[in-house]
């Protein structure tokens, strides 16, 4: 099965740059498709990109497009997720998740498996 673990994150000035890793610890390998969410407080979840498990179809939120990167080595069980420039308002926890298909990428109900979530705070 799919166990994710998230590394990353962190206190960052705005402005800055920073990467989170999601990996797959369990026994299945590469045959996922991987969402990022995020979540603050007085806000429900928030989709912020996806990726498919060739990693050759991805998808962002307005709210990050052209500042985020979702990109995935398979070798490694490892999806990642860049982002620059970085708002106070991209403060929250951040979390992956992963399942064998998932199909608009941007709805949590897709995801089965989930990494125990990160905190990112981005002080002005």
């Known amino acids: 099965q799919v166990q994710l673990v998230q590394s990353g994150g962190g206190s960052v000035q705005a402005g800055s740059s920073l990467r989170l890793s999601c990996t797959n610890s369990?026994?299945?390998?590469?045959?996922?498709?991987v969402g990022w969410f995020r979540r603050s407080p007085g806000k429900g979840r928030e989709f912020v990109a996806g990726?498919?498990?060739?990693?050759?179809?991805?998808k962002y939120a307005p709210s990050v497009e052209g500042r985020a990167t979702i990109s995935r080595d398979n070798t490694k069980n490892t999806v990642y997720l860049d982002l620059k420039r970085l708002r106070p308002e991209d403060t929250a926890v951040y979390s992956c998740?992963?399942?064998?298909?998932?199909?608009?990428?941007?709805?949590?109900?897709?995801?089965?498996?989930w990494g125990q979530g990160t905190q990112v705070t981005v002080s002005s």
């Open positions: 990726i498919s498990y060739r990693g050759d179809n991805t």
């Open positions: 369990g026994r299945t390998s590469g045959t996922y498709a």
């Open positions: 998740g992963a399942d064998v298909t998932a199909g608009t990428y941007a709805l949590p109900f897709e995801y089965s498996a």
